[in-house]
C-alpha cells in the first residue's frame, strides 16, 4: 500500500513569506507527527495529532509556526515570515496509534533564502 | 544535559566486525525505546524497538537498562549494507518521541 507522501519534496521561498507543507499519512493510521531535522542531526519533534487534536505541540518553536489536521487524515503545517533558520528538512510521520511504530515520509527541503 | 544522547562517532569497521553503540536518556518515566536507521538523504526507518527483556533481530541486539538509564545496539557480522545513521529514540513518558542526534557507521571493505 501506499506509504506516508509529502508535498512539496522541495521548497524554496524568501524570508518573511508564508509557507505551507502538506502531509498525508497511511491510510487508517490515527496518530501524526511532525518534525524537522536538520544536517547533522536527529529530527526534532514539533507536534503530534491524535485524530484531529494537537495532543502535544511542544516542540512548535514560536507561534510562526502552526499545524492542523481537520479530518483527522491530511496535516498541513504552515510556517508564517519565514526566518532563514527555518530552513531544514520537514518531516511527517504516522503510526496506527499513539506509540506504535512510526512510518515516515520522505520530507520536505525547505529553503528559506 | 539532552534528552537522548548518543556518541556521533563515525564509527569505520571493517566488515565481519561487531560493533556497539549506546544511547543515554534523562526521562526516567520514558517508556517506549526505539532503534531506527536513517540512509544518506533518506527518511528514518525503524530498524528495532527494545524491550526490557532484550530482543534480537538477526544480527541486531537492542538491550535496555532502565537503573543507569541506557540502551544499546549490537551488530554482528556487519555488512556493508549497515553504512547508515542510527538513531536512539526514546518518550518522554507520554507519547512525545525525542530522536538523539544519531551515531554514524560505515563498514569496509
Redesign the interface.
Request: net charge negative; charged share 10%; proline share 8%.
Given at each position: 500500500g501506499a506509504g506516508v507522501s509529502q508535498t512539496p519534496s522541495n521548497k524554496v521561498t524568501e524570508k518573511g513569506k508564508y509557507v505551507e507543507l502538506r502531509c498525508d499519512p497511511i491510510s487508517g493510521h490515527t496518530?501524526l507527527?511532525w518534525?524537522r531535522q536538520s544536517l547533522?542531526?536527529?529530527?526534532?519533534?514539533l507536534i503530534?495529532f491524535?485524530g484531529t487534536g494537537a495532543?502535544?505541540d511542544?516542540?512548535l518553536p514560536n507561534d510562526r509556526f502552526f499545524a492542523v489536521r481537520p479530518e483527522g487524515s491530511v496535516s498541513t503545517l504552515k510556517i508564517q515570515r519565514t526566518e532563514r533558520g527555518d530552513s531544514a528538512v520537514y518531516?511527517c510521520a504516522s503510526s496506527l496509534t499513539?506509540?506504535n511504530?512510526?512510518?515516515?515520509?520522505?520530507?520536505t527541503r525547505l529553503t528559506v533564502l | 544535559r539532552k534528552e537522548v544522547e548518543q556518541d556521533p562517532g563515525p564509527f569505520n569497521v571493517p566488515e565481519g566486525a561487531t560493533v556497539a553503540f549506546n544511547c543515554t536518556y534523562s526521562n526516567s518515566a520514558s517508556q517506549s525505546f526505539f532503534w531506527y536507521r536513517q540512509d544518506c538523504r533518506k527518511e528514518p526507518k525503524l530498524l528495532m524497538s527494545v524491550y526490557s527483556s532484550g530482543n534480537e533481530d538477526g544480527r541486531f541486539t537492542a538491550q535496555l537498562n532502565r537503573a543507569s538509564q541506557y540502551i544499546s545496539l549490537l551488530i554482528r557480522d556487519s555488512k556493508l549494507s549497515d553504512s547508515a545513521t542510527y538513531l536512539c529514540v526514546v518518550d518522554t513518558g507520554g507519547f512525545k518521541t525525542i530522536f538523539g542526534a544519531g551515531t554514524r557507521l560505515f563498514v569496509k571493505a
Open positions: 496518530a507527527y518534525y547533522g542531526q536527529g529530527p526534532e519533534f503530534y491524535q495532543a502535544d511542544s516542540g518531516l499513539i506509540g511504530e512510526q512510518f515516515f515520509g520522505p520530507g | -
